[in-house]
């Protein structure tokens, strides 16, 4: 098919729900490691890694090695039976946990059965049915994921499932109480216990949240922030989902999980995107005495697929093998450094944030009024197209940019990406005068 026919196609016999990046699609043809290449043979930096999931780099070769050999022997045969790819896969999960405190997983295909999961999980173990998530968050696209979401638009067509509320999220760069950290002492974790009280019976089975709220523009909240809210949660009986679907697996360089930057053990993690390094997979791993509590009868077809399951166990020993944590930590670091002096370069930029590798700015018409740049930031997202770099859009007010490569990116590819950003950038601004 040639390019044309291909988005024909698609217009003609795909929902209309499945949107696209960019005015005129950009149709993808091939990839490897930190590159794409369109249907009509142009290169492209891909800084966005398939929305956070390609953590390896696209077809890396020892994953790849490890799909083939899989691929080659056992594709199928449902939870029902055990099979080798899935026991091991659990193990090393556990081995890599906070502590090794969470040791028992439940494979799925995705974050947002993940966090079904998870949440079916807490109600299971707590007996009670109430979950506290954050405004901003994002947590999938079913009728539970939308109503978990924080976002007016992913929460679908309405009718959100009860016994859902949301507290405020530590959006410092907005500050929904209208502080500054530090001297706020971190407020806006007692919202939690003001939306309990307030709002609930008071008896909750879970409090949800993402480290850093990835689809929320990388609200990255202060580091006294989930402990203050994990005691909260524990005072009111329910436990405490860490949603790692972006943050998970060393994207926020130096520890596994996002969460292990707060000192928090939380007792469920959701996991998903880049474990697999974008084979479908999503994990729910819980320490012992939660997941033992799970005794109705269920099930997923396709969970634990053995080739998901034999790439997921690649992708974590490459990352081992690799100190690709480090990597996230060093290379992230000289991305922020670099996205700083962009941003004392154009006033566009208000703020920039995230850790390691989950890198975001957030662009304004004015940094006094912070009112957001969303159509800036479609200009630029079109710029960098045409200078062939992929780079991720977010944010409740659509005026986020989102950087999260391939973990395994060096410096080099960092500077490659800060000229195109440049670039870009000065094409943006050409546009306003
Ligand atoms: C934090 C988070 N949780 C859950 C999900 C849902 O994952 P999926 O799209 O695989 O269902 C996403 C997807 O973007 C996510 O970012």
């Known amino acids: 098919m040639t390019r044309d026919e291909i988005i024909l196609a698609g217009e003609k016999f795909l929902f209309p ?4 990046y ?17 249907a009509d043979g142009n290169q492209y930096l ?4 398939g929305i956070v999931t390609v953590s390896v780099g696209h077809l890396n070769d020892y994953v790849r090695g490890k799909i083939h050999e899989q691929v080659d022997r056992l594709h199928h045969v449902s939870t029902l039976f055990p099979t080798q790819p899935q026991a091991e896969l659990a193990q090393t999960i556990a081995g890599v946990t906070p ?20 949440i079916m999980l807490a109600r299971c173990y707590t007996g009670h049915s109430e979950v506290i998530a954050l ?29 859902i509320v949301h507290a405020h999220s530590a959006y410092c760069y907005r500050c929904p109480l209208g502080l500054t950290y530090p001297s706020c002492e971190v407020k806006c974790a007692g919202d939690v216990q003001d939306v309990i009280e307030t709002t609930t019976t008071g008896r909750i089975a879970a409090f949800i949240a993402e ?22 949660v524990r005072n009111h009986g329910g436990i405490f989902i860490s949603d790692e679907v972006q943050t998970g697996w060393g994207r926020t360089g130096g520890k596994w999980f996002g969460i292990e930057h707060y000192g928090v053990v939380p007792d469920v993690i959701t996991g998903a995107k880049g474990l697999a390094n974008g084979l479908p997979i999503g994990v729910t791993t819980a320490r012992a005495k939660i997941a033992d509590s799970m005794r109705y009868l ?9 080739v998901s399951t034999a790439a997921a166990k690649a992708v974590i020993e490459f990352i081992q093998q690799q100190d690709l944590q480090t990597n996230c930590e060093q290379v992230g670091g000289y991305l922020r450094e670099r996205l700083l002096e962009l941003q004392a370069k154009y006033s566009l930029i208000g703020d920039v944030r995230g850790m390691g590798l989950l ?25 960098a197209r045409r200078n062939r770099l992929l780079i991720g859009k977010g944010g409740l007010y659509g005026n986020v940019i989102r950087i999260t490569p391939p973990m395994n990116i060096s410096r080099g590819d960092v500077e490659e990406c800060i000229r195109l950003l440049d670039l870009s950038f000065q094409e943006v601004e050409r546009q306003r005068d």
């Open 17 to 20: 729900a499945v949107f696209h």
């Open 22 to 38: 960019y005015k005129e699609p950009l149709v993808i043809d091939h990839a490897k490691d930190q590159y794409v290449w369109d």
């Open 46 to 49: 891909d800084f966005f890694g």
């Open 99 to 118: 502590n090794g405190a969470l040791t028992k997983s439940f494979f799925t295909n995705s974050g947002t059965e993940a966090n079904e999961t998870a």
């Open 135 to 163: 405004r901003h968050s994002y947590h999938g696209r079913s009728a539970l994921g939308t109503s978990l979401t924080g976002q007016r638009i992913w929460r679908g067509p309405g009718a959100a499932q009860p016994g």
């Open 211 to 232: 480290p850093i709220q990835g689809s929320g523009g990388v609200i990255t909240p202060p580091k006294e922030y989930f402990s203050i809210v994990q005691k909260i």
């Open 298 to 306: 269920t099930l997923s077809t396709f969970g634990g697929n053995p």
């Open 359 to 383: 890198q975001a700015m957030e662009l304004v018409k004015d940094r006094e009024t912070k009112q957001p740049a969303a159509e800036k930031t479609l200009a630029l997202m079109e710029a």
